[in-house]
């Protein structure tokens, strides 16, 4: 298996862009998560899917960040516009969850620079 | 809310001394409780995790950790830590059925 798949793995913009990250879970997996991690705030929550619907956003910062996933093989993160501020790694993971929560699999993360 | 507490920031230490890293977590129900590590670049990798059973899990690279129930703690261990596993060390527990909440991680520091 090929693992969590993400493209890009870097990604360098100017303020104001529309950014699009892309992320491919493990096959079977039935949950998806998106994650932010920098220096000051670590790793957080952004927003995650189960069966392709979306189950918890209350991570997302705010309306500039936008999360889909079409179908169980595919999901985007979105950032329009884009600031300095958003500058971090972007992370996705996948995992199969009967019931309990389970172990996540990370992707290479996304490194966003906003300059 | 469910939290977890990681109380060490950052740790510095020597080849082959001996390592222990505190966890302790708030949620009062059924837990599973993992530890990840993320060498430097990296993303994050499981080095090991409590479902159920013996409280005492052994993970790769002689990783253990200890689930005290009473203590609400997950601490991990190793004997004796070599150059490689400079690292940063992340806790976690779940919170309901899917989610896992993760603690803010320890940045551990070996010195050959």
């Known amino acids: 298996d090929a693992g969590v798949i993400q493209s890009p793995r870097h990604e360098v913009t100017e303020m104001g862009q529309e950014v699009t990250l892309r992320c491919k879970p493990i096959?079977?997996?039935?949950?998806l998560f998106w994650y932010r991690q920098t220096m000051m705030r670590g790793l957080e929550l952004l927003i995650y899917?189960?069966?392709?619907?979306?189950?918890?956003d209350s991570g997302m910062p705010e309306d500039r960040f936008s999360a889909k996933m079409p179908n169980a093989s595919f999901s985007t993160l979105k950032i329009q516009p884009s600031e300095p501020r958003d500058s971090a790694v972007y992370f996705c993971?996948?995992?199969?969850?009967?019931?309990?929560?389970?172990?996540?699999?990370f992707g290479p993360g996304t490194r966003l620079t906003v300059l | 809310a469910q939290s977890v507490s990681q109380h060490n920031h950052h740790v510095i230490l020597s080849e082959a001394a001996s390592l222990e890293l505190g966890c302790n977590y708030s949620y009062g129900g059924t837990v599973n409780l993992f530890w990840y590590v993320q060498y430097p670049g990296q993303h994050l990798q499981l080095l090991l995790k409590?479902?159920?059973?013996?409280?005492l899990v052994k993970g790769i690279k002689g990783f253990e950790a200890e689930f005290i129930k009473s203590k609400f703690s997950f601490n991990l261990r190793k004997p004796s830590v070599q150059w490689s596993d400079t690292a940063e060390y992340f806790c976690?527990?779940?919170?309901?059925?899917?989610?896992?909440?993760f603690g803010k991680g320890t940045r551990l520091h070996i010195l050959p």
């Open positions: 409590y479902f159920s059973g013996d409280p």
């Open positions: 976690a527990v779940n919170e309901g059925d899917d989610k896992i909440i």
């Open positions: 899917f189960n069966n392709n619907v979306p189950i918890d």
């Open positions: 993971a996948s995992s199969f969850t009967s019931g309990r929560a389970a172990e996540q699999f």
């Open positions: 096959s079977g997996h039935n949950s």
